[in-house]
């Protein structure tokens, strides 16, 4: 069993910058990858970005790709996403997820996050 809390969100005016952390609990937090997804009112939950249970792979949405970056620190169970250069369409409210498997379809993600809101204002 592995529980998520997500921080980090905000209001932020076009072209800032936020950091996204989100903690999880348990010992087995590296052996899991790790995924952001984004959900804004209206439309359906997206895939942002994923990484390995290592770090080691990374993966991106087109839409965020050159502009967000997502990391961990295993020895703090904890994995970010760092949101550069945002725009107005990125207002979501974000979700971690975790699972054994490295994808970018959230049906591959057992466990979730609350959510936490980011808007981006114009």
């Known amino acids: 069993q592995v529980q998520l809390v997500e921080s980090g969100g905000g209001l932020v005016q076009a072209g800032g910058s936020l950091r996204l952390s989100c903690a999880a609990s348990g010992r087995t937090f590296s052996s899991y990858a790790m995924g952001w997804f984004r959900q804004a009112p209206g439309k359906e939950r997206e895939f942002v970005a994923a990484i390995s249970w290592s770090g080691g792979s990374t993966y991106y949405a087109d839409s965020v790709k050159g502009r967000f970056t997502i990391s961990r620190d295993n020895a703090k169970n904890t994995v970010y996403l760092q949101m550069n250069s945002l725009k107005p369409e990125d207002t979501a409210v974000y979700y971690c997820?975790?699972?054994?498997?490295?994808?970018?379809?959230?049906?591959?993600?057992?466990?979730w996050g609350q959510g936490t809101q980011v808007t981006v204002s114009s």
């Open positions: 997820a975790a699972d054994l498997l490295f994808s970018d379809y959230d049906s591959e993600y057992d466990y």
